[in-house]
Structure formats: structure tokens, C-alpha cells
């Protein structure tokens, strides 16, 4: 622990008597600085032991030593020593009562005590405190590479905890927890995951404190990695401001995180080249070569129907298809799955468990992003294939790209093949190329009608909806069938195509159900 007044007090050497404050003996003293100043507030920091002998004061003045000790109180002072012997044989009353009345600690200093010797007394005491926070700073080190070493990042964490006396927390790219020490710091730490998002914003290193949940605590959050983008982030929590031994601990930590951090991108991108192997087999309908490479690193993933997911992202959101395979890339590390992503340029091929997490995790993310979107351009854009086996890769592959083609004329983030291909076909006339044959398609029909000269496309959609039927087309639409015949006569002179040809026909209806707001 650093000095106080207390452990100056009690030190042999010095003979100091405490003649105020004795309940407040117990504060750290940062230094301890002699001025006969009669204003020496501009010249303190806090912390300080004020040691005078009154040259330039009038210690005997009530009024002036009450203005004098609330300054000193007011600037950070901690204690304040008066050497007697030199100006005044006995510490004056005025001084210990305006003291006692601030609750400042007053010492007296004996004459043969020199400032100097207080002095060193507390610069001896802060040296050997520093010496030991840097010695308990070296062990904890040594004790945080032990746990790193034989229990990876778990182990670590608890030893920090240790340390630290509070709780530790790792997050993983997404701002999701992966692990927490001790157990209970798990749910305090899910309610920091905002506060994590906020910090992973910035390049890495990056630190920031801030309170804990209902500030029950004083938490610090650091991000890990050397990238740009920080791949984790750290949170400490403690009941107070770390110590000098404490901060060796912490700061060792995240060293030895980021080493890991560090080292798994190096076997991730490992990996992403066999997965990338893996993929150009699958494609390429050698789905036996493919699981031979896989080994037990995607070979589960081959066993069970899975999605194929092909990502693109616009040269202004470059950090898109990163952030999506993250999303991926934590959503299989959070509930055991087996993916594969293989960045392509500025596309990107995620094959993953159908059904599972991390199909589950895109499409929310797909979702977050349609929600927040200003604009069209250079947006994530994804296509999402239905589920398939080995053997039916290249198929699934080709269906996702289809959805994403889709996709990115419809202005989405996200578009499924089974949406595409399942129900019924009329969803895909929401497509802009369709609306504007539609428009044109019908346009003359509606020039028509304008004029208040009848009523062609509506008496054209009762006609097709009625499958040709006269009489209930007529009786639909409340006219006699002679006045249907002789519209649908100017549909097809309007036109210049003919209603017995069942392509024009099927043109018109599709048209018709393209343009809802007719």
C-alpha cells in the first residue's frame, strides 16, 4: 500500500503528534511538499502533506487561518504538518480549531524532525510500494501464461478475476460472450455486449471504462487484435479503480489474449484455404475428393443437408461481407456447428448446417441490415439456396446466386430460393423489370379509359378471370355480354394482338396482376 499519515505517524523516526483529525489518518499520501507560500493551492495537485512554519502566515488569526485551511481542503490537501520551534514555539489554536473544523489532519513536527526526513519517509514509501506492485505485477504475469498455457483462454480469465479481485470476461467478434470468471459474471457481462459493439467500432487497440449494470461495479473494456477490425474484446470489473499491480495483470492479459487472437487468424486462414479446396470440389461434383480433404474439420458438415450462402458487398460498405462472416463464423462457435466460409473477393460462400444456427444468425443479420438501410447502393446483398446434400452442390450454389440476381434487382438484402420457387409465382412480379412491361403493355389500354370512353382493362381482367365465359364476365362487370364483346374487339384492335392467342392472353394476366393498383 502506498504511505499514509498514519504510517507516518508511527514511524519512529520522525516524532510527529497528531493534533487534528485523528479519524482521517488513513488517506494515501501521494508526496509531501514543504511551501511558505501564503497561497500554495496553485502549486498542488492533491495528495500532498503540506509541511510549513508559518514564515508568511499569521497563525494567531482566526478568520485568516479559517480562510487559509478551507483553500488547502478544497485543493486535494491530505494533512498538513507544522514545524514548531521556528516561528512559534507550540502549534497556535487558531490553526488546530480551524482544522478540526474542516476535518483536516494537523501534525506537529518536532523541531528536530527536518522537512527532508518526512520527505524521504515518503519517498521511500512510495519507491518499496512500487516495487511491490511491480514485483505482485511480474507474478501475476507469470501465473496469467501458466493458466493461458494449460487452459487456454478459461483458465486465464480466472486467474484475472483472482487478481484483480472482481470478474473478467472475453467476447468474441461479434460482441457476443464466449467465456466469463467466475461463473456469475456470465449474465453481467451479456448486458455490457452494447457498450463492446460501441469499442469494436474503433481500430484496434481501443479502451474504454465505463459502469457496470445498475453501477455495481467499474468495469474496463479492451479490444484484441492487431487488425483494423478488433477480433475480441476484454472486460474487467472491479468495485474501484485498478492498482498499480492490477493494471500489470490486466495489461498482461490482454497481451496474451491478443497472442491467441493472433494465432487463431493464422489458423483460420488456414483453414479457409482447405474450406476454399473443399468448396471447388464440391462444385466441381467430386464429393468423395471433398470429404477426403475435409477430414474432421468439415466433414461433419458434409454428412447432413446444408445451406449454401453466397454474399456480395459494395466497395463503400467494404467491412460488409466481413461482418457477415462473423456472424457466421460466431454463431457456429457458440453452438458447436461445423462452417465453412470461403471469402471470394468481394464475394463471399458460407456453407452451413440447414436448420441451424448459423442460418439462423445470417438471415437476423440480414434482416438488422434491410431495417437500417438508407439506400440501394453498396449494400449487402445475399442469396440463400434451399438445402441440398454433396451431390446436389452445384445446384445449390447455382440457386443461391439466383436468389442473390434477385435480390439485387428487387433492392433486398436478403432473398431465399425456396421463396422464389415455392407457393406461387405472382411475388416475383414485384420485380421492377416486370412492372415496367406491364406498365407498357397496358399503357394504351389505360390512355383508352381515360377518355371516358369505356372501361377496357377492367372489363379485360373480368374476361380472363372469367376464362373467357361471356356471360359471366358480363354479368360481373353489370353490362350486357354484346357491350363485353365489343370491348374486348377494341382491347384487340387497341393492341394489335389477338385474345385467342394463349401467350397474349397469359401476358395480359400477369400484366394485370403486376400492376395492383389498377
Not at 43 to 48: A, L, N, Q, S, T
Not at 345 to 367: E, F, Q, S, T
Request: aromatic fraction near 4%; charged fraction near 25%.
Amino acid at each position: 500500500m502506498p504511505p499514509t499519515l498514519a504510517s507516518l505517524v508511527h514511524h519512529s523516526a520522525l516524532k510527529l503528534t497528531v493534533r487534528a483529525g485523528e479519524d482521517r489518518l488513513d488517506v494515501p499520501v501521494r508526496w509531501a511538499h514543504a511551501s511558505e507560500l501564503a497561497d500554495p493551492v496553485p502549486y498542488m495537485e492533491g495528495g500532498e502533506l503540506l509541511l510549513i512554519t508559518a514564515l508568511k502566515l499569521d497563525a494567531e488569526d482566526r478568520e485568516a487561518m479559517r480562510r487559509y485551511v478551507k483553500r488547502l481542503v478544497g485543493a486535494g490537501v491530505v494533512g498538513l504538518g507544522f514545524a514548531v520551534g521556528v516561528h512559534y514555539e507550540d502549534v497556535p489554536d487558531a490553526l488546530v480549531d480551524a482544522a478540526r473544523a474542516e476535518g483536516l489532519p494537523l501534525l506537529e513536527v518536532p523541531r528536530r524532525t527536518p522537512f527532508l526526513a518526512i520527505s524521504k519517509a515518503v519517498s521511500a514509501a512510495i519507491a518499496a510500494d512500487q516495487y511491490r506492485a511491480v514485483t505482485a505485477g511480474f507474478a501475476a504475469q507469470r501465473e496469467l501464461t501458466r493458466q493461458a498455457l494449460a487452459e487456454g483462454p478459461a483458465g486465464l480469465l480466472a486467474a484475472l478475476a483472482a487478481q484483480v479481485d472482481g470478474w473478467a470476461a472475453l467476447y468474441d467478434a461479434s460482441g457476443a460472450v464466449v467465456a466469463a470468471a467466475p461463473e456469475w459474471a456470465g449474465r453481467r457481462a451479456a448486458r455490457l455486449v452494447p457498450d463492446v459493439t460501441r469499442l469494436r467500432e474503433r481500430p484496434a487497440p481501443a479502451s474504454s471504462v465505463v459502469a457496470g449494470p445498475e453501477n455495481e461495479d467499474r468495469v474496463e473494456l479492451h479490444s484484441l487484435g492487431t487488425g483494423r477490425r478488433p477480433r475480441a474484446a476484454l472486460a474487467v470489473g472491479t468495485a474501484a479503480a485498478l492498482g498499480t499491480a492490477e493494471r500489470y495483470a490486466v495489461h498482461s492479459a490482454v497481451a496474451l489474449l491478443t497472442l491467441t487472437t493472433e494465432r487463431s487468424r493464422s489458423l483460420h486462414a488456414a483453414e479457409q484455404r482447405i474450406g476454399a479446396a473443399v468448396l471447388r470440389m464440391l462444385l466441381a461434383g467430386e464429393p468423395d475428393h471433398a470429404r477426403a480433404v475435409a477430414g474432421d474439420l468439415y466433414g461433419g458438415l458434409l454428412d447432413a443437408p446444408f445451406r449454401i450462402i453466397v454474399a456480395t458487398g459494395g466497395e463503400a460498405n467494404g467491412d460488409a461481407l466481413g461482418a457477415l462472416a462473423e456472424v457466421a463464423e460466431s454463431a457456429a462457435a457458440r453452438s458447436g456447428e461445423v462452417v465453412l466460409v470461403v471469402p471470394e473477393g468481394n464475394r463471399l460462400v458460407v456453407l452451413a448446417c440447414d436448420g441451424g444456427a448459423v442460418v439462423a444468425a445470417c438471415r437476423d443479420h440480414a434482416a438488422a441490415r434491410e431495417a437500417a438501410r438508407k439506400s440501394d447502393d453498396d449494400e449487402l446483398v445475399v442469396g440463400l439456396s434451399a438445402p441440398a446434400g454433396p451431390i446436389a452442390a452445384s445446384a445449390a450454389y447455382k440457386q443461391a446466386e439466383q436468389a442473390l440476381s434477385v435480390a439485387r434487382r428487387r433492392g433486398r438484402v436478403l432473398v431465399e430460393h425456396e421463396h422464389m420457387a415455392a407457393g406461387s409465382v405472382l411475388p416475383l412480379l414485384a420485380d421492377d423489370a416486370v412492372r415496367a412491361f406491364a406498365d407498357g403493355l397496358l399503357r394504351a389500354l389505360r390512355e383508352h379509359d381515360a377518355t371516358g370512353r369505356g372501361d377496357l382493362v377492367a372489363s379485360l381482367r373480368a374476361w380472363l378471370s372469367r376464362h373467357g365465359q361471356w356471360d359471366a364476365a358480363a354479368a360481373d362487370l353489370g353490362v350486357h355480354r354484346h357491350t363485353l364483346r365489343y370491348r374486348m374487339r377494341r382491347v384487340e384492335e387497341i393492341l394489335g394482338r389477338s385474345l385467342d392467342d394463349p401467350d397474349t392472353r397469359m401476358e395480359l394476366w400477369l400484366a394485370l396482376k403486376a400492376t395492383t393498383s389498377d
